[in-house]
T-cell receptor
Framework: ETGVTQSPTHLIKTRGQQVTLRCSSQ?????VSWYQQALGQGPQFIFQ???????GRGNFPPRFSGLQFPNYSSELNVNALELDDSALYLC??????????FGPGTRLLVL | EDKVVQSPLSLVVHEGDTVTLNCSYE??????LLWYKQEKKAPTFLFML????IEKKSGRLSSILDKKELFSILNITATQTGDSAVYLC???????????FGQGTRLTINP
């Protein structure tokens, strides 16, 4: 059984740029959730995708957007990057509403 | 507003000690409470608790939920240096897709 994988592991961008982060869900899972974890904080829910549709969203602006593909993998896109977007971005997969299992994350630094 | 609060935020003990980590919550439509261990990046799942008073146990780790008083504790007995990590508590909701996390407890086990 393959766990949740994310790419890239690290990324450095400058303010105003755009970034795409990728997530492959665990085998048998059809739901992907994205979280942002700032240093010293718990993860904050960004949104969730189920069957290629957004299925819940946290308090994040529209410049945070996502996609889910037919194989259940997912992308998180962030436009017009700001310094405060620097964080660890975690992807979690689950089967519908069951327990979420997390990937290793992508650490994004915005300069 | 849904809120999850963990205490203490940081804890340093010696190997072999027993520790108790606390998690309290104020949420609507509670479904379950989850504990995760985060060592470097990926939070790894420890326990899911849905019913009051039923202890979940895995080796030296155990956890219990009190739905009347709205809290949970995570106990670790005979701690080892490998238990050093951030322990995250999260709440899951009926009819919603997000996990709401506490800030985490950073546990350091000194040899």
């Amino acid at each position: 059984e393959t766990g949740v994988t994310q790419s890239p592991t690290h990324l450095i961008k400058t303010r105003g740029q755009q970034v795409t982060l990728r997530c492959s869900s665990q085998s048998g899972h059809n739901t992907v959730s994205w979280y942002q974890q700032a240093l010293g904080q718990g993860p904050q829910f960004i949104f969730q995708y189920y069957r290629e549709e957004e299925n819940g969203r946290g308090n994040f602006p529209p410049r945070f957007s996502g996609l889910q593909f037919p194989n259940y993998s997912s992308e998180l896109n962030v436009n017009a990057l700001e310094l405060d977007d620097s964080a660890l971005y975690l992807c979690a997969s689950s089967y519908r509403g069951e327990t979420q299992y997390f990937g290793p994350g992508t650490r994004l630094l915005v300069l | 507003e849904d809120k999850v609060v963990q205490s203490p935020l940081s804890l340093v003990v010696h190997e072999g000690d027993t520790v108790t980590l606390n998690c309290s919550y104020e949420v609507t439509n509670f479904r379950s409470l989850l504990w995760y261990k985060q060592e470097k990046k990926a939070p790894t799942f420890l326990f899911m608790l849905t019913s009051s008073g039923i202890e979940k146990k895995s080796g030296r780790l155990s956890s219990i939920l009190d739905k009347k008083e709205l809290f949970s504790i995570l106990n670790i007995t005979a701690t080892q240096t490998g238990d050093s990590a951030v322990y995250l508590c999260a709440v899951d909701f009926q009819g919603a897709q997000k996990l709401v996390f506490g800030q985490g407890t950073r546990l350091t086990i000194n040899p």
